[in-house]
């Protein structure tokens, strides 16, 4: 038997409460690309009242606006499964609550473990998190950072990914190595390098992108001109060594992506994000066999729906960067196999963010990730935006384009 | 310019009604097995009323019951696509109007294509479907048989598939060879070959399964020797030449399916369905490369999410027998390439069905595979279940264990 983290006091979950918050991000062409032309940057945003005054979990998904109360929907359909449900209960059974929930006998027909359903219980077992965290007196990073490996492993349910990665492998990944606290020091004085997305979409004036950070991303895909007049631009101002990436949004066939890509090489983008269908694991790995002697790696992974398909990515090497979405994989018991498998795998995990609260998501995981699982920033950075930090309580903290590790939990 | 069939008169879409219909199937164990253990057969029913009084599109996604209220409230969110637009505007630019509806801007990032997004879009479609078919006076199967081969082609949207299947592959194979009329008085006179579930679900006692037709399917993954007694019971029943299929519903994982059906293949199983998760193509592909030597065929689609999914099934000959599901792909403008790829493929389609409303449903696409895409019954037989079928206007004719071609439109 073993333990997870003792509770002070025995919290109950008493009620699930779903809201549909809405920005009207549009307006501004915030978040415009090629397949994307006006979201409005939403959430369906789980709150979890428990036997103690004033202490709530609180977690959310992520969405582009319309659809948001469909998710809502979902989550309404789903709070039985936490409603006069124990804490202890379900953190300390974590792996089978975890199973149950994503495979209800009945609903997994819409599923399962991608789209609607999945991200439904993306938005309520972030809130368990943040209600454990809370809980336990540490942000999530930190709770994570202090398990013991098998505690760790615990947490993940194996079905389907044992193939790739059994328990043992995980243990081994998660073995300590007595250095944790030197990189958590590392963060602390450093933080974990960023690069920002906010100079480089589409519906933005050319102006807008002399603003900003070192590592900058552009979109492409609209219009093959315009994209070589915004790389050299952005070439010129990064110099030769600067860090440039692409990302067309899912726009292109696999044989338009590597044309469209042969075009733009002379600028040496860093990599191409979402060259294609978020679905095409072997589209993936063609369009990476295609590019990889012109310098340019294939990144993606922000709407990749569950950690089996990105076990297939890194079976078949379809990706040289991960880019996991804290909302759309099923918080924290997921994120951590693709983490896990990921590590094994030798590819750099860099998180997708920006949205609404996906930073204040992501940098859990980062930190996370640096500390006890790939331990290396060698080939890695988080995205950053600028947008809708205000709305939250304890907004992310950057200093010098880097993350901070966050000193609350989740949300 | 290309002419889709003549319409009689200008047809308005009114209004979009949706209706959550369940049945309480899960009292009886009809449609249980071992990781859907007590399935309520259900479906978001969507009717189209319109301009004309008392023409009707009616059209549905089946569900498993808890879950339905999901798919109807993202119709709901859909149906300013077609209220008050006109059928024609529809069906003549039918390739656009899909994409736009299952690439909706804000709502793809609830997909794309895939889930309760799109099981709604696919409810709308078949009622589009079903609309026009009555208009034309035809069931669909023969709406679609009477097209040119550009007209199919204009159907498809290409997206993403084009790098298997081109629309000048997809002419090819459409060409008609002048003998559409001998297969369609072949199907009249004979009926499409068909096999029985009704069988095999696991909440039966072995008393119901020496009831029914020729070819078998029996539900496998639960407990090893109990399978074993069934399938040794059913190849008595059935004689060496029989077939007899098996199911394991996504029961295992891959090293678990090919352990457990190395036990079974004494029995000689014409196939293993569903081995493993759905999205799992690699894994798939592994039971087949391990299985194959012992006669046993892979089976999957029915959960297969989108034509993405099925391209790379085919590219990566993943399986031995196509399953589609006709209110998981979004009506026939997603079950056409799917035949069309799998036509070149050289894979059979064997759809899946059961449930309520399937068997009506995938009897169109039968009849329409072996006029105009196969041509050809080798290997091919469709699902059928017993159930439900009461509940229709025109419910599905069997004669001697096959499918007669419907009289009637979709619904």
């Known amino acids: 038997m073993h333990h997870n983290l003792p509770l002070d006091c025995p919290i109950r979950i008493v009620s699930l409460k779903v809201t549909d918050v809405r920005f009207p991000t549009s307006e501004g062409s915030h978040g415009s690309d090629a397949i994307h032309p006006d979201p409005d940057y939403s959430a369906a945003y789980v709150e979890l009242t428990t036997s103690e005054a ?25 709070k039985h499964y936490v409603e006069d449900k124990k804490l202890e209960s379900i953190v300390n059974n974590f792996r089978n609550f975890y199973h149950a929930l994503v495979n209800d006998g009945q609903m997994r027909w819409l599923g399962p473990e991608k789209g609607v359903l999945h991200m439904a219980c993306s938005a309520i077992l972030n809130a368990i998190w943040d209600l454990w965290a809370k809980v336990a007196g540490k942000p999530v990073w930190k709770l994570l950072s202090d398990m013991r490996p098998q505690q760790l492993v615990d947490l993940i349910d194996f079905t389907y990914i044992s193939d790739y990665l059994t328990p043992d492998e995980a243990l081994q990944i998660l073995a300590e190595d007595g ?103 072997l589209g993936h790995r063609a369009v990476r066999d295609a590019l990889q002697p012109l ?73 996370f990730d640096y500390i006890r699982v790939s331990r290396s920033l060698q080939d890695r950075m988080c995205e950053y935006s600028s947008h809708l930090h205000e709305h939250f309580v304890h907004p992310v903290r950057m200093k010098n384009g880097a993350y901070l590790p966050p000193e609350a939990s989740a949300m």
């Not at 492409?220 to 692409?246: F, H, I, K, W, Y």
């Not at 292109?252 to 090489?265: F, G, I, T, Y």
């Not at 991960?322 to 196999?337: F, G, M, Y």
């Not at 693709?338 to 995981?365: N, R, S, T």
Request: glycine share 10%; aromatic share 8%; hydrophobic share 40%.
């Open 295 to 367: 310098g340019v790696r294939v990144a993606t992974g922000e709407m990749c729906q569950n950690k089996v398909l990105f076990k297939q990515f890194f079976q078949a090497a379809a990706l040289d960067v991960c880019q996991i979405d804290a909302c759309r994989l099923a918080s924290v018991n997921e994120v951590l196999p693709v983490l896990l498998m990921a590590a094994k795998a030798g590819v750099p995990v860099c998180p997708h963010a920006g949205g609404l609260g996906l930073c204040e998501y992501v940098q859990h995981y980062i930190m």
């Open 179 to 281: 250095k944790e606290n030197d990189r958590e020091g590392y963060l602390n004085a450093n933080g974990y390098p960023a690069y920002t997305t906010s100079a480089g979409w589409l519906g933005y004036s050319e102006q807008t992108i002399r603003e900003g950070f070192d590592k900058f991303k552009v979109k492409v895909g609209q219009n093959l001109e315009s994209d070589r007049a915004r790389l050299r631009l952005l070439r010129e101002l990064c110099g030769p060594q600067g860090v440039l990436m692409t990302d067309a949004n899912q726009r292109w066939s696999v044989p338009e992506a590597v044309a469209w890509m042969r075009q733009l090489a002379e600028f040496q983008p860093y990599w191409i994000e979402e060259p294609t269908s978020p679905d095409d694991m």
């Open 54 to 78: 004033g202490l709530k979990g609180c977690g959310s998904a992520f969405t582009l606006g319309r659809g948001t109360e469909v998710i809502a929907k979902n989550i309404e359909s789903l």
